[in-house]
């Protein structure tokens, strides 16, 4: 049973910048893909960015330029650096991971959130 913790939320003004970190409780090399997403008050859950077991990254056009996910294997957790933040950012940030297993079984995990407020 894998439990995620994610620490780093908190309040900014715009332009600043935040760092989250997600730490797994197990090792992270066993997921697939771990990715960060919000969800805003009166709007539906977003992805915001993942990272795939190999390094391989996406990200929302939204975020693009402005985020950076990243992985640490040694200390089994992931980062989202998020720079020149903007109001539109304020949300809940989750941590997910997801994990296939060589039967074809998915397992997901959610961390419990954190919430980011940026001011103008």
């Known amino acids: 049973q894998v439990q995620l913790v994610e620490s780093g939320g908190g309040l900014v003004q715009a332009g600043g910048s935040l760092r989250l970190s997600c730490a797994a409780s197990?090792?992270?090399?066993?997921?697939?893909?771990m990715g960060w997403y919000r969800q805003a008050p009166g709007k539906q859950r977003e992805l915001v960015a993942f990272?795939?077991?190999?390094?391989?990254?996406n990200y929302a056009d939204s975020v693009k330029g402005r985020f950076t996910i990243s992985r640490d294997n040694a200390k089994n957790t992931v980062y989202l650096q998020m720079n020149s933040l903007k109001p539109d950012d304020t949300a809940v940030y989750y941590c997910?991971?997801?994990?296939?297993?060589?039967?074809?079984?998915?397992?997901?995990?959610w961390g419990q959130g954190t919430q980011v407020t940026v001011s103008s």
């Open positions: 990272i795939t077991r190999d390094g391989n990254t």
């Open positions: 997910n991971a997801n994990r296939l297993s060589s039967a074809g079984f998915l397992t997901t995990y």
């Open positions: 197990g090792s992270i090399v066993s997921m697939n893909v």
